[in-house]
T-cell receptor, first 113, second 113 residues
Framework: KNQVEQSPQSLIILEGKNCTLQ??????????LRWYKQDTGRGPVSLTIMTFSENTKSNGRYTATLDADTKQSSLHITASQLSDSASYIC????????????FGKGTTLSVSS | DGGITQSPKYLFRKEGQNVTLSCEQNLNHDAMYWYRQDPGQGLRLIYYSQIVNDFQKGDIAEGYSVSREKKESFPLTVTSAQKNPTAFYLC????????????FGSGTRLTVV
């Protein structure tokens, strides 16, 4: 069964600190992996998208890594800001025409001052 | 600017009523999707459409209906048959079946009163 598991479920860090969020998946055949940021009451916004051949991709202070062999991805946030407080969702796309994305349940990040 | 618009942002429904959520996109995307989001759960697919006048059931289609009369529009009706409709509803669109250019709307929060 295609699944995406994220950890931790929630995380609290101090402003300025770094953090890493984890994503494990069992989706096959794999097409691409995406990380989204979702502010409370808003729609998800894409941070990064990586295909099988990409190991890392950055978007400002956000850096995503992908290990297609172990089927793991991480999202590293550097020098966190209060505005980083949100839910971060890992999403995997299977290589099948017409198939929608497979979503993880998300990690809720709270950045405090 | 191109984008995807959901309306209304908040919607209240009485028991036994049908309500329709609007989703409009001007991105010239072929595919459109409806998701339901509940606290602590990943997004769940309700319906999707890859071309005009055609749509497919997702994982939780019972109690919902859709139409795709125009490429730009994909309204979702929550019928009285949906026993637990209170949730956050997200509409999305993508360029094609391969999910490129996947974009979410800002969501509609539906509450049964």
């Amino acid at each position: 069964k295609n699944q995406v598991e994220q950890s931790p479920q929630s995380l609290i860090i101090l402003e300025g600190k770094n953090c890493t969020l984890q994503c494990n998946y069992t989706v096959s055949p794999f097409s691409n992996l995406r990380w989204y940021k979702q502010d409370t009451g808003r729609g998800p916004v894409s941070l990064t998208i990586m295909t099988f051949s990409e190991n890392t991709k950055s978007n400002g202070r956000y850096t995503a890594t992908l290990d297609a062999d172990t089927k793991q991805s991480s999202l590293h946030i550097t020098a966190s800001q209060l505005s980083d407080s949100a839910s971060y969702i890992c999403v995997v796309s299977a290589e099948q025409a017409g198939t929608a994305l497979i979503f993880g349940k998300g990690t809720t990040l709270s950045v405090s001052s | 600017d191109g984008g995807i618009t959901q309306s209304p942002k908040y919607l209240f429904r009485k028991e036994g009523q049908n309500v329709t959520l609007s989703c409009e996109q001007n991105l010239n995307h072929d595919a459109m999707y409806w998701y339901r989001q509940d606290p602590g759960q990943g997004l769940r697919l309700i319906y999707y459409s890859q071309i005009v006048n055609d749509f497919q059931k997702g994982d939780i289609a019972e109690g919902y209906s859709v139409s795709r009369e125009k490429k730009e529009s994909f309204p979702l009706t929550v019928t009285s048959a949906q026993k637990n409709p209170t949730a956050f509803y997200l509409c999305a669109s993508s360029r094609n079946r391969a999910n490129y250019g996947y974009t979410f709307g800002s969501g509609t929060r539906l509450t049964v009163v």
